[in-house]
T-cell receptor, first 109, second 115 residues
Framework: GQNIDQPTEMTATEGAIVQINCTYQ??????LFWYQQHAGEAPTFLSY??LDGLEEKGRFSSFLSRSKGYSYLLLKELQMKDSASYLC??????????WGAGTKLIIKP | ETGVTQTPRHLVMGMTNKKSLKCEQH?????MYWYKQSAKKPLELMFV???????ENNSVPSRFSPECPNSSHLFLHLHTLQPEDSALYLC??????????????FGPGTRLTVL
């Protein structure tokens, strides 16, 4: 079967750095998405990785290792507004999007 | 209006009611999606429409009936629902659904409660 694993919940401190991991076992791989979803709001696109390595976008970076079936989202200089759920999703060999259950990130002052 | 809008934002209905959820996208996209989001579970893809044609129906019970009159509008008609259908229903759109590598843009969802 196909599976995406993310921690259910994480807590971090304002101003700190946090890394949210995502591991996947899918039939093939055609890319990995990260989305952010604030409570009661729409998921919004953060990043898309298809090649190995780190991609940086401001305070947020996303890393991919296809050989390890692993990705992480790195959030720097955490702000209270970063409190949200972070969803990992993988495009499999049939170009189906397989979603993880999401990681709820709680930021404390 | 910009992006993807959904109405109503909240809906409470009895098991014998009939109601409809509406989604509209203002992005000029050709593909639209319905998802079900339950607490602590992955998003469940329900239906996909590409250029108004349904291209996917992921074994969704017939009490959920989608309708896509044009590329900008998507409806989900609900009838004789069960309490376990209570969830957040998200609509999304993308340029095409030819490959899931297109970024999907989501609406804020309809929080549905079935009594």
């Amino acid at each position: 079967g196909q599976n995406i694993d993310q921690p259910t919940e994480m807590t971090a401190t304002e101003g700190a750095i946090v890394q949210i991991n995502c591991t996947y076992q899918t039939s093939g791989f055609n890319g990995l998405f990260w989305y952010q979803q604030h409570a009661g709001e729409a998921p919004t696109f953060l990043s898309y990785n298809v090649l190995d390595g780190l991609e940086e976008k401001g305070r947020f970076s996303s890393f991919l290792s296809r050989s390890k079936g692993y990705s992480y989202l790195l959030l720097k200089e955490l702000q209270m507004k970063d409190s949200a759920s972070y969803l990992c999703a993988v495009v499999d060999s049939n170009y189906q999007l397989i979603w993880g259950a999401g990681t709820k990130l709680i930021i404390k002052p | 209006e910009t992006g993807v809008t959904q109405t109503p934002r909240h809906l409470v209905m009895g098991m014998t009611n009939k109601k409809s959820l509406k989604c509209e996208q203002h992005l000029g996209h050709n593909a639209m999606y319905w998802y079900k989001q339950s607490a602590k579970k992955p998003l469940e893809l329900m239906f996909v429409y590409n250029f108004k044609e349904q291209t996917e129906n992921n074994s969704v019970p017939s009490r959920f009936s989608p309708e896509c009159p044009n590329s900008s509008h998507l409806f989900l008609h609900l009838h004789t629902l069960q309490p376990e259908d209570s969830a957040l229903y998200l609509c999304a759109s993308s340029q095409t659904s030819g490959g899931a590598t297109d970024t999907q843009y989501f609406g804020p969802g309809t929080r549905l409660t079935v009594l």
